[in-house]
């Protein structure tokens, strides 16, 4: 039989629901501000002292909230920009020369709300984890090792205040005084993940580091073209001909530097930019160092022009063609570039003699012990273009004499060949 619904029950009802919601605010608000404390043996001045080396009262934020919030009346997925910021009060403890630290702490955080009107900061309660790990940093500043259970400080102190979720002042995660095991605290698994996304960015920058160490090694070891003239004097004219009354071009800085030409008494002419030429005064620059010699020999100057090809980049790789003899194999492979504008200086015969001079000096600067190579190949980067390749062991025997230089070309490899074709 059901009891009849009547005005003074309905009263009753209200009243002990009233009740119980204010006896449930009331207790989660003592939560928030119950004290942890812990007994140090040491003078209260001594233990201020700590406190303040360690900047204990300053503020810190909080990564996430999980795992350092007890109940909270919200999810705390809607909760950010934590922070938390600790009382303390430093106690004189019941046996003679100790000190009672007790600690409580205040988390705010950013509620977000789907209805603007009802996000805000609001306070949060702890579950203890960041007072006792502040109890456990001053112990570990006075050289103890942090407390077995908060159960025994709080008993060694006098001062009653309810057990923690976790023991967080122990190795282990035990229940205070009972030896059981507890299961990993709140937020651990946040926490892995955020520390698993951490070592992931570290490796990714240790990659992206040897990545760019590589670059500047490749950069390193690019071939800087040997026919470059410096300036040495400020303000150098460079003039349209080999003579102090000729027009002048313009004046160049120090450091500036132009491809070499050719030597004419006293003037040095020089490649300005596409079919641009000037001279500039053999005491004004400095020459490569190459040329340099050649002159200093007797009756070299004639013979000083420079080669008509520049080498503008030199690597190791593998051989970038379907050639059957260097097929996926390793090679030297130099990219050169016209230093002249004049077609005959670089025509096929040019051409076919640049290339095989510098397969030559491969082989002749070769370094005993070094990684083998199984060729060189020569890349015109020209508007005709073309592709000169050779094996190490045709280049070899062509240096010393057991093949001769027609027998050679008709074992290298020229593509296209129409672009090497010379006329008898």
């Known amino acids: ?25 009331v207790s989660w608000a003592i939560a928030q501000v119950v004290p942890y404390a812990r007994t140090f043996p040491r003078s209260k001045a001594e233990v201020e002292l700590a406190l303040k080396d360690m900047q204990a009262s300053a503020g810190q ?30 106690l004189p403890g019941t046996s003679g020369g100790a000190t009672i630290v007790q600690v409580s702490a205040k988390i705010t955080a950013w509620y ?33 090792k942090p407390a077995s259970g908060t159960a025994r400080a709080l008993a060694t102190s006098g001062i009653s205040a309810p057990a923690p979720k976790l023991n967080l002042g122990s190795d282990q995660n035990i229940l205070a005084g009972s030896g059981h095991p507890l299961p990993p605290p709140e937020g651990a698994a946040e926490l892995a993940k955020l520390r698993a996304a951490r070592e992931a960015e570290e490796k990714r920058m240790r990659v992206l580091n040897t990545e760019l160490q590589g670059l500047e090694e490749i950069k390193k070891n690019q071939a800087r073209p040997v026919n470059l003239v410096t300036v040495t004097k400020a303000g150098a004219p460079v003039l349209a001909h080999p003579s102090d009354e000729s027009r002048l071009l313009f004046k160049a800085s120090a450091n500036d530097e132009f491809e070499f030409l050719d030597v004419e008494g006293e003037w040095v002419h020089v490649q300005i930019s596409g079919v641009s030429r000037g001279y500039l ?17 007797p009756g070299a100057e004639a013979s000083a022009q420079a080669p008509p090809f ?10 970038p063609g379907d050639w059957e003899p260097l097929k996926g ?25 640049f290339a ?10 070769a370094t005993p012990g070094a990684p083998n190579t199984d060729g060189v190949v020569v890349i015109f980067d020209s508007a005709d273009g ?39």
Not at 122 to 127: G, Y
Not at 310 to 319: D, L, M, N, Q, Y
Not at 397 to 417: C, H, I, R, T, V
């Open 1 to 25: 039989m059901i009891a009849p619904t009547t005005p003074q029950s309905l009263k009753l009802r209200h009243f002990f629901s009233a009740g119980l919601l204010f006896f449930l605010a």
């Open 61 to 90: 934020k909080l990564p996430i909230v999980d795992g350092f919030v007890g109940a909270a009346p919200q999810p705390l997925d809607q909760y950010e920009r934590a922070f938390y910021q600790f009382s303390i009060e430093v």
């Open 112 to 144: 977000k709300d789907k209805d603007p009107a009802k996000s805000g900061y609001q306070v949060l309660p702890s579950n203890g984890r960041l007072e006792l790990d502040l109890l456990d940093r001053l112990d570990e500043k006075f050289g103890n």
């Open 281 to 297: 005064r053999r005491n004004a620059v400095e020459l490569p160092e190459l040329i340099a010699r050649r002159l200093e020999q």
């Open 310 to 319: 520049r080498v503008a980049r030199e690597e190791s790789g593998v051989f």
């Open 329 to 353: 194999k390793t090679v030297k492979i130099y990219t050169v570039q016209p230093a002249s504008s004049d077609p005959k200086e670089t025509n096929a015969r040019a051409k076919l003699s």
């Open 356 to 365: 095989v001079s510098q397969m030559r000096k491969f082989i002749s600067e």
């Open 386 to 424: 073309g592709l000169a390749a050779a094996t190490t062991v045709n280049i070899q025997q062509l240096a010393n004499g057991s093949m001769k230089e027609d027998a050679f070309w008709q074992q290298a490899y020229l593509d296209p060949p129409e672009t090497f074709q010379t006329r008898k």
